[in-house]
């Protein structure tokens, strides 16, 4: 098993950053990708971006290409999802997910950028 805990969302006005962490704890070497999912109220969970653990390549959905990175401490089994360039529209719960033979889903954080 693996449990995920997010972190970091929060309010923000258009154009702010904001830092969400995805801690994982349990059974880490049985996942080998980790990512970000959002959804904002009234639409479908949709990808947002992903790393994959051992070498760091990531993948970027063109709507926060550009704006948002991601990256991972090994150490501490630990992702982060850096969100600059906020827009009212990236408003949304973000959950990240680590997969591996399982997925495994955090409880989500909100974010909300006001106009």
């Known amino acids: 098993q693996v449990q995920l805990v997010e972190s970091g969302g929060g309010l923000v006005q258009d154009g702010g950053s904001l830092r969400l962490s995805c801690a994982a704890s349990?059974?880490?070497?049985?996942?080998?990708?980790m990512g970000w999912f959002r959804q904002a109220p009234g639409k479908e969970r949709e990808f947002v971006a992903q790393?994959?653990?051992?070498?760091?390549?990531?993948y970027y959905a063109s709507s926060v290409k550009g704006r948002f990175t991601i990256s991972r401490d090994n150490v501490k089994n630990t992702m982060f999802l850096q969100m600059n360039s906020l827009k009212p529209g990236d408003t949304a719960v973000y959950y990240c997910?680590?997969?591996?033979?399982?997925?495994?889903w955090g409880q989500g954080t909100q974010v909300t950028v006001s106009p």
């Open positions: 349990g059974r880490t070497s049985s996942y080998s990708v």
């Open positions: 997910y680590a997969r591996g033979t399982t997925e495994y």
């Open positions: 790393i994959i653990w051992e070498g760091g390549m990531t």
